[in-house]
């Protein structure tokens, strides 16, 4: 079966709950995906540098309607490949943005542009090796409209290392269809995303889009070895009770175990995570081995 | 050379800038040092439950001076070991603590006993492997005085699974003989700590200690490929702050680049990771493979 092209002609820079698609497809739909990078070619070197977060940033690409996904569904994305669209990446510092911000030593704004070669990117003097991930993903929410700059209960700029190939995620649906859309691929990142940005680029994503049955209330990525619960909030903390009542809430249910044995045993074998701390909202996430969890989403 | 036993008979509850030496050791000692579990034999069963954190919790074994050792030196301890001392751990929670202390559906207290079986911890159905780290362990402050509840500058309760066997972590001096105390071992330990404990067990670590030279404000982990710059602070986004800061510090100064450069290269390859989320102060750590980042220390 050959795969689909969603071109990036068509993006969006908010989730709603109302989106209008772009393309249908079916159940079970082999993708690739064409993506913008997140700064829209406007860093092509290390003199051209962004005074301040665009208005229309992260460009998703989308909305793509899945056929037969309704609400009370659950959409999965399986990422089966993420490929650099042109030769170089870039990371970006922005006045008012990122982890350090008020480091008054650190220049604000200012551009780094990473080259690809190959399998690595060149950071300066240094080879990095590329290794891809999706920063925006998601579908239409259940009411609110969310900037793509903002992650929440929808997906949207989750900025998570483990959206990469290999890996499947998955939402809950809310609207018709589903309305997936991503986009602000990095050619790589670190969890934090420190500075605000990883690589930025433009990227060919192949992946499969599958509705499933299942009770999910925010974004979940499945690894080959874990379940990680994603939760966004204004706070660190706040993240983390959200994402550790999920990841236990599911443990529980899924070996039947009271809570209370649950939050114990999630203490020795599941970790809290952080995907991002510099988006409007941040977002972590509490990963749990499958030797404990077999299927959150039954 | 044999090993040289540090007993468990004299711990401290606190550390601060007046400790008085248990023992003395030279530059170089290897040692054994018997640590107590941190809740000093109150929960045998699962029917022993903590009404509240006792006064005196997390008992460090020491101090231990080392000769040689004076303010502005970094102590290095790195750790070989950590066996179990008795046949089981215990997992509890405790009103008032860990990270869903608000949560009515989970009863606090309660307690969950882990017997220790082989390389395996028994937890209700579940085979956990056993994974020992430190939880508390650190030197005499530059001033303040810390119970061993509390993470800070000097460590203490840094509760940081890369505590573990093959790493060593690294301390400034702040007084003569650096003043070394560790305790409040863990059998096994998720990042986050989420109910507050690991499965807490009494252990004999097997550790050397040197003095070295250098410049170190805060706890500094070295793993086979990477540096873990340790930061605690009231909220998580300050701790993220402090340890990134000190991250891209050494970075930039190891690597000859502007600060800036080092910001935006950490955003790609150095990981923001969550210690623990429940002690009075919280505690997560900056991640710089050795790749990028030859030696901090120099």
């Known amino acids: 079966m050959s795969r689909e092209r969603v071109t990036d002609d068509a993006v969006v820079y908010e989730f709603g709950p109302e989106m209008d698609a772009a393309v249908t497809v079916t159940d079970g739909a082999t993708l690739t995906v064409e993506t913008r990078d997140s700064l829209e070619g406007a860093v092509r070197t290390d003199d051209d540098v962004m005074s ?43 006045p008012e943005f990122g982890l350090l911000q008020d480091d008054e030593r650190i220049d604000h704004p200012a551009s780094l542009v990473t080259p690809v070669e190959g399998d690595t990117l060149s950071v300066g003097e240094f080879d990095v090796p590329l290794d891809p991930c999706i920063g925006t993903i998601g579908v239409a929410t259940a009411g609110d409209t969310h900037s793509t700059l903002v992650p929440h209960d929808h997906g949207g700029n989750l900025d998570t290392t483990l959206l990469r190939a290999g890996n499947t995620v998955y939402f809950p649906v809310n609207r018709p269809g589903g309305m997936l859309a991503m986009g602000d691929c990095k050619a790589a990142m670190a969890d934090g995303e420190a500075c605000g940005t990883g690589a930025e680029i433009a990227t060919e994503i192949d992946c499969t889009v599958t509705v499933e049955s299942g009770d999910l209330s925010r974004p979940l990525v499945e690894t080959d070895d874990s379940w990680a619960f994603l939760a966004s909030a204004e706070t660190m903390e706040e993240a983390c009770r959200i994402a550790y009542r999920d990841a236990i809430d599911a443990l529980a249910e899924d070996a039947d175990l009271s809570l209370t044995d649950a939050y114990m045993l999630a203490s020795l074998v599941a970790d809290l ?26």
Request: hydrophobic share 45%; no cysteine; proline share 10%.
């Open 52 to 94: 301040e977060v665009p208005e229309e940033v992260n460009a998703a690409t989308g909305p793509i309607a899945v056929e037969g996904a309704g609400p009370g569904d659950v959409l999965g994305v399986a990422i089966e490949a993420i490929r650099p669209a042109e030769d170089r990446g870039r990371a970006v510092t922005i």
């Open 273 to 298: 995570e952080i995907s991002q701390v510099v988006d409007p909202l941040v977002t972590v996430r509490a990963v749990v081995p499958k030797r404990y969890l077999t299927n959150p989403l039954d």
